[in-house]
């Protein structure tokens, strides 16, 4: 049966198109993984008690009526589906396989959001060692304070994590700020006058952090972890000197980019975007890729955040809607204007906290394992260049790298900057490796009933 | 390594290596396992090197354990249920 | 003065095993590749050294195909000395599943007659029990198999990838982004336009797999090949089940179990269908039912390098000596014969007269 829309994802921008869409008259599915609308940002929301949504703060809180309207819009909502395969021709392939095994969507929408930018350093494989995002997962979702936390690297999130840990009670032992002091200056430039509240935001953010008096080293770099079956310390150097802190609970940030699978599985054109460092797929102004009635909505087009998600997922939804002409061009012009408006608010802050926050581990030292699942060096990289290599197609074949289980997630990016950097080449012009389904790993039983 | 927030849900009592574990109702089997200190669920097939949860929202699969017989499920994409047996995962699958 | 002794234009398996088994006899030679997408069959096979079906109806087929499977062990050797790297060769016997009666027999008939054909390679047909004796895991449905004791299967991205590295140690040039444009016979030698560049060498050999088409009309060659898509479907590492070789599914050194192939003329279209995904499957678990829960962690659809009969081409231009014509569509199985006998004939500038049967001519093809 084919579908007005499939939409994949329902975090932010997957619900709001959902909502838009459902509440005219459209025929909306939405798919996503998880057991509980909300995305990433607004994970177990519809969960979390009173103490939790004052920890986590107005931004979460903010999410229960975003999901109650899409609760009630009438949009089919499939929780716990696995997206496996998205062919040219929008067939849509899940797991578990609810007897139907594919949707075709007259449209489809990718709002898969965001994965945290794999930080590539030593010992950074080590059990104990996670992610900022997963860490902030683990209280969103299951009430979790971590005790004696390590936040090493940069970004809004390692701010926001921390002063979500003093709100609950557990404080962080430490963070390892590895944002670099001399992007200060270039980055203050770039700020217009609509980003001021989030500015606003993020120095309240600094403030509570600095008065629960949490050591706080500025500049770091040479950032590593120690121990041997798990991490038992940090090494990194700050202030003119190398500094060791024990710990066995550290987590590293880097910032976010898209997750980009779905839509290169699809087929869309990617280019890299130089200020964020990282690929985006090529998309217009209402986040149309480049496979026609495929569009792209929230962080999976750009990171813009949450409240930009919002909108975003609104504005394809608009043109959705011409598409499958229930709008005319002027109607769905009309019903984004006051999206279009609020979405240049949200991403005015953009160019301050890309420059601000230029990624710190793009370009590993040579012992780095740079893909965890087949546990490829970036010396291994670099000897693939050596032999001739001229991209992440043949170093995959050469090495493995990205060869495993993840499917190249937690190394794609990092493969295209190392051979980038070795071939003295843009990383645009290295590109990334294709991306084969499926998505996630299903069964060979399950395929063999794929239907 | 993680305490547990007041938290009303229900207690859910699982096995991890045949010893047994509580978590709490609508817990991960990856949120459930760390709540009790176990922070290495596997060895890799590469190389069996130890490793454990990095991302938990299912994009890394370093989570990877062994839940009722089945190999290699994604902890964090697993909610625990009532006497799950859990076992950690040592290099490739049989 | 040309530059080189010998050009081989086309850096995937063909070209990369006659590059290297050059280089190694003292030729200098250059391998123009292009960049990091392109159709590169070398990238997508399924790793067989096969021998157990090849050349039925064309025994110069079988016996070239069998005495690469005995150079194999050679080159293997001789990739592990110079580079290190281990290509896992493996030549413990093929099996070929039949899951009824009816398939069984035309399979033993197909053994009989290629028997007949190309003399005898040890090929017998096992019953279920033997089956299982030789590899405990099959499920109920096997009814039998063919067996040949010569069939083996190794690494093909590593086999790649040491050819390359051999290569340059043998002080070979690999370069890459050489898209070739343009071939100018000039007595002697040729002049290749390649990435904006001029290279001369005294000989040429044409294996650029699908692209060779366009560029043997350029020296007086033919070389009608044609893309054929095999679909294969990868799993995630699992404990070692299966050694030999089969002719559909294959456990590498690595424990990842390859399942294939399919056959589809689809022209360039390197996809995958997940209908043609799903047959594969099925059919796998039907010899293999505990794959039932393996996670399938990658799929693909890669282009197969055909010419109109499935056999090789090996030729030399008549109206420009030097330039030679190289394409198969199994290449890693005879990679052993590219590298140490096609090689050194090539260099010494005349094809043995075994090889005359692979001439182009037999497609009554007119070279331009
Ligand atoms: C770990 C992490 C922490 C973050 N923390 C913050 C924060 O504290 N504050 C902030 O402002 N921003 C934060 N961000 C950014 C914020 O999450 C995004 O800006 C926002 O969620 C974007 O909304 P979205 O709808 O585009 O994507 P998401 O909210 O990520 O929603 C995408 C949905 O798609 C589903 N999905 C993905 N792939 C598939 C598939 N193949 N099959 C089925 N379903 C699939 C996912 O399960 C998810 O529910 C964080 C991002 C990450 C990754
Ligand atoms: S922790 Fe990353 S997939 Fe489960």
Redesign the interface.
Same mark, same amino acid.
């Given at each position: 049966m084919t579908h007005d829309c499939v939409i994949v994802g329902a975090g932010p921008a997957g619900m709001a198109a959902a909502s838009l869409l459902a509440r005219h008259g459209a025929d909306v599915v939405v798919l996503d993984e998880q057991p509980a609308p909300g995305g990433q940002i607004w994970r177990g929301i519809e969960a979390a008690d009173a103490g939790l949504r004052a920890v986590l703060g107005g931004e979460y809180a903010a999410g229960a009526a975003a999901v109650a309207e899409f609760r009630a819009s009438g949009a089919s909502y499939r929780p716990g589906q696995s997206v496996w395969n998205i062919t040219p021709e929008l067939d849509v392939w899940t797991t578990p396989a609810d007897g139907a095994g594919h949707l075709r969507g007259r449209t489809v929408l990718l709002a898969v959001g965001a994965m945290e930018r794999p930080v590539p350093i030593p010992g950074w494989t080590l059990p104990g060692a996670m992610g900022a995002g997963g860490v902030q997962i683990l209280l969103k979702s299951a009430n979790l304070l971590p005790q004696g936390l390590v936040l090493a690297g940069q970004g809004p999130l390692l701010y926001q994590l921390a002063t979500q840990c003093i709100a609950a009670g557990a404080p962080p032992a430490a963070i390892l700020d590895a944002a670099r002091p001399a992007d200060v200056w270039p980055a203050l430039r770039l700020l217009r006058p609509a980003a001021l509240p989030y500015l606003h935001k993020g120095l309240l953010l600094q403030g509570t952090i600095r008065a629960a008096g949490i050591p706080w080293y500025r500049g770091v770099t040479r950032l590593r972890l120690l121990g041997g079956d798990a991490v038992a310390g940090v090494r990194f150097h700050s202030g003119g000197q190398d500094t060791e802190i024990a710990a066995n609970l550290v987590a590293l940030h880097d910032g976010v980019i898209p997750a980009q699978h779905a839509a290169r599985v699809a087929g869309c054109t990617h280019r890299w975007d130089a200020a964020q460092a990282c690929f985006h797929p090529v998309l217009d102004a209402w986040g149309s890729a480049t496979v026609p009635g495929l569009l792209v909505a929230g962080d999976a087009g750009g990171i813009g955040g949450a409240a930009a998600a919002v909108h975003q997922g609104r504005i394809a939804a608009a043109d959705i809607l011409r598409r499958l002409g229930r709008l005319d061009e002027a109607g769905r012009d009309r019903l984004a204007a006051a999206d279009r408006r609020a979405l240049a608010r949200h991403l005015a802050i953009r160019p301050f906290l890309d420059r601000r926050y230029r990624p710190i581990a793009l370009v590993p030292d040579d012992s780095v394992t740079v893909c965890r699942c087949e546990e490829v060096t970036a010396a291994d990289l670099r000897a693939a260049v050596a032999m001739g290599c001229q991209g992440p197609n043949q170093a995959k074949s050469f090495t493995r790298a990205g060869m495993g289980p993840c499917q190249g997630r937690m190394c794609g990016t990092t493969v295209t900057t190392v051979l980038a950097a070795a071939l003295g080449r843009p990383p645009g012009d290295v590109g990334h490796a294709r991306v084969r389904p499926p998505l996630k790993p299903i069964t060979v039983g399950e395929l063999a009933e794929a239907t | 390594m993680f305490s547990r927030r007041d938290d009303p849900r229900a207690i859910c009592r699982f096995i991890f290596e045949g010893q047994p574990l509580e978590a709490k109702a609508g817990d991960s089997v990856a949120a459930a396992l760390l709540a009790a200190g176990i922070t290495q669920f596997r060895t890799t097939p590469a190389t069996g090197a130890p490793r454990g949860p990095w991302c938990l929202m299912g994009v890394c699969f370093d989570c990877l354990v062994d839940i009722d017989g089945q190999a290699n499920r994604q902890a964090c994409q697993v909610t625990v249920a009532e006497g799950m047996a859990v076992r950690r995962m040592y290099g490739p699958r049989p | 003065m040309a530059a080189y002794d010998l050009i081989v234009i086309g850096?995937g398996l063909v070209g990369g095993a006659i590059a290297w088994g050059a280089a190694r006899l003292g030729a200098s030679v250059a391998l123009l590749?292009e960049?990091?997408?392109a159709h +590169?069959a070398a +990238?997508g096979n399924f790793g067989l050294v096969w021998v157990q079906t090849k050349g039925a109806g064309m025994p110069p087929y079988a016996h070239w195909t069998r005495r690469s499977a005995e150079l194999w062990p050679e080159l293997q050797h001789a990739m592990t000395e110079r580079t290190g790297v281990d290509v896992a060769l493996r030549q413990p016997g093929g099996l070929m599943f039949c899951l009824s009666d009816e398939e069984l027999e035309s399979r033993a008939e197909q053994a009989r007659r290629m028997h007949n054909e190309s003399g005898g390679i040890g090929t017998r047909v096992l019953d279920r029990a033997e089956v299982r004796a030789l590899v405990p895991m099959v499920g109920d449905r096997v009814v039998g198999a063919t067996f040949c004791p010569l069939d083996g299967h190794a690494n093909p %991205?590593k086999l790649?990838?040491a050819l $390359? $590295?051999a290569l340059?140690g043998a002080g070979g040039a690999?370069?890459?982004?050489r898209t070739v444009t343009a071939i100018t016979p000039q007595a002697p030698g040729f002049v290749v336009q390649a990435g904006g560049e001029r290279l001369t060498g005294a000989k040429l050999v044409i294996a650029a797999g699908l692209g060779s088409r366009d560029l043997a009309p350029m020296v007086g060659l033919a070389m009608p090949v044609s893309p054929l898509r095999g679909q294969i479907?990868v799993?995630? +590492? %699992?404990?070692p089940f299966l050694d030999h070789a089969t002719h559909v599914i294959r456990q590498t050194e690595?424990?990842g179990v390859m399942?294939g192939d399919s056959h589809e003329e689809v022209g360039f279209d390197n996809g995958?269908l997940?209908p043609v %995904?799903?047959d594969i499957?099925?059919r796998?678990?039907a010899v293999f039912p505990h %794959? +039932?829960?393996?996670?399938?962690?990658?799929?693909?659809g890669a282009l197969r390098v055909m010419t109109p009969d499935g056999h090789p081409i090996y030729q030399q231009s008549e109206r420009h000596p030097g330039a030679f014509a190289a394409t198969c569509h199994s290449g890693v199985t005879l990679a052993g014969a590219h590298a140490l006998a096609l090689a050194p004939a090539i260099l010494a500038g005349a094809l043995p007269e075994s090889l005359a049967p692979f001439s182009a001519a037999r497609f009554h093809v007119q070279p331009a």
């Open positions: - | - | 850096g590749d960049g990091d997408v +590169r +990238r %991205l790649l990838r $390359h $590295h340059a690999y370069l890459p982004n479907v799993t995630e +590492r %699992l404990r690595e424990g399942m995958t997940v %995904l799903r499957a099925a796998n678990l %794959l +039932r829960d393996a996670s399938v962690v990658r799929v693909w």
